[in-house]
């Protein structure tokens, strides 16, 4: 079974931009890994996707407005 956590790739990447996650990483020696994303959208669902995976929970607390364009309540 391929888990997230592994480092599992399927989406196109350049050249750039792992030369970037390694100066990210070499950077700061507490990050083992990055992942790029092109919207907040995709980086909340890798996160709770991640985050479910190292936890095994899949209870996820959400508060709203939860779109960051919404007016309050």
């Known amino acids: 079974m391929l888990r997230a ?7 196109a ?3 750039s931009e792992a ?10 020696p507490s990050v083992e890994r ?3 994303t092109n919207s907040g959208t995709a980086a909340n669902r890798m996160a ?8 095994g929970r899949r209870t996820i607390l959400a508060s709203r407005p939860a779109d960051c ?5």
């Open 34 to 36: 990055v992942r790029f």
């Open 5 to 11: 956590l592994d480092g599992v790739n399927l989406t």
């Open 48 to 55: 709770l996707a991640c985050a479910t995976i190292a936890t």
């Open 13 to 15: 990447h350049y050249a």
């Open 69 to 73: 364009r919404a007016p309050p309540a």
């Open 19 to 28: 030369q970037f996650a390694h100066l990210v990483c070499s950077r700061f």
